[in-house]
């Protein structure tokens, strides 16, 4: 009542309040300086907690924020549910997703579902906001506040597509709506796939020039590399596939001259991976000092890792390890069976030689994964024993090479087979370190391709995506150990391509419909 006096008093809706620690557009966005400060929230949306965000089971976010991290709840989504990475920790949530029988309970599908969503709305809240000052502003500050509101609506629009790929029909909500205002509506896939299209064309004019931007910050060639990633799986979401504008989209990337493959595989996964401009298109910035918190790669490299020290000396993590995530057997035999290729970065030491999963739960049975470390190329352990200096590659060339090559071999046009064919052989030899995985036409084709992408992407977040492009993360004709719960794998139902939406959102929300084969 007595902030309705004061407005109608002043007779100005807009007056800034008195209090200070009142915090509103009016006072937070006053310098140039505030409105990069704002953009760094949305950046650091990709990397750490921040509050417990776990509203229907407050207990365990608030003791584990590291699992609500976006990077650590994205990347089990999309490695724990695959032949990739079987965890060992019996975790309530985990469990379920190996064995492809989680619910609209399951706690990992309701904070993957609660941080992408709690992100998309500080990106809706810093797009109004600084959109709303654009036009008192002139000069420089104008040029930059505009860059930075096209980056913040990059990664609103990266969020949705994160959504889009797990839950498909989500709730929609973007800066013209007022929080508290309304129950969002459930917009539709193909839908929403139109919705990020168009803002991702929308945007690239006024994103910096490709290598342009400050380190970890997005440029035009991150929205190309979205839209080629999003064109590669339009099918699945739209039931239209969109393989010459994938080829279009990478096509601009390569074109540009700015990238090339890094020298060295190994070195993409270091702690000092900053340096590695050269491929990394657009990375998701750690630092063992400034960005502490149990996720993202720091979670990647402890949850890999056993307790011996020999192991944490060499992950450069000397506090220890946690135990948990390591690679089915079916994956490291189909994928890795030549040995020779150095994407294999394996670790045995303390772990069973046959590399068979018999119990879920011990985690000495299965291969680990040494492709994230937190040492540098010069050996060097990272800042922090515990936290990780070691950067996430979230869009890189290689996978662009990929994606160009599968859209030609799918039928797409505006590429050529040879072309496809050296980009792939660009990525072996690099891989072989010589001649000897160079690979001929005729071995280029899809099950090839999707090997290919297991080799060279796995660890990054593409696997369940992968699985589904390619039909075969459900039903039976491709079966991995505990696939379905069993130790042999066994047939899944179609209806676990999509992540359910939470059981605590229908609640909320009566305008959201939920996914097939999830009850009503």
Known sequence: MTVMFVSSCTKDLNTVPIDPLVKTSGNVYTTP?????????????????GQAINFSQ?????????????VREYWAAEEATTDECLNAWGDGGLVEYHGGIWTDQNLYVGLMY???????????EYI?????????LSGQEATDAAQYVAEARFLRAYFYFCAMNEYGNVPFADETQLPGTFLPKQIQRADLFKW???????????????????????????????????????????????????ITYSNKIISSGVYSLHPSYQQLFLADNNTDRDEIILPIAEDGVNTEGYGDVTFIIHAGVGGSEDAT????????????????????????????????????????????????????????SAKFKNVTSKGVPGSNNTFVDTDFPLFRLGEVYLNYAEAVVRGGSGGDAGTALSYINQLRARAYGNANGVISPAQLTLNFLLDERGRELHWEMFRRTDLIRFGLFTGGNYLWDWKGNTKNGTSTDAHLNLFPLPASDLLLNNNLKQNPGYGN
């Open 313 to 368: 000396n060499t992950f450069g993590i000397s506090s220890g390890g946690w135990a948990g995530n390591r690679m089915t057997y079916t994956f490291v035999n189909k994928v890795f069976s030549d040995r020779r290729d150095h994407r294999a970065i394996l670790y045995t030491a303390g772990q069973d030689t046959t590399g068979i999963i018999t119990d879920p739960n011990v985690f000495s049975e299965g291969y680990l």
């Open 58 to 70: 407050p207990d365990v976010a608030a003791s584990d924020q590291g699992t609500a991290c976006f």
């Open 196 to 246: 990020i299209e168009t803002e991702l064309t929308t945007i690239a004019p006024t994103l910096a020039d490709p290598g342009k931007n400050v380190y970890a910050r997005v440029d035009r060639a991150a929205d190309w590399a979205l839209l080629s990633r999003m064109y590669l799986n339009a099918q699945v979401y739209t039931g239209t596939q969109r393989y010459t504008d994938c």
């Open 128 to 136: 109004r906001d600084v959109k709303a000052k654009l036009s008192s």
């Open 33 to 49: 300086q505030s409105y990069l400060e704002g953009l760094a929230k949305l950046y650091a949306s990709l990397a750490i907690a």
């Open 114 to 124: 609660q941080r992408i969503f709690v992100n998309i709305a500080f990106c809706n």
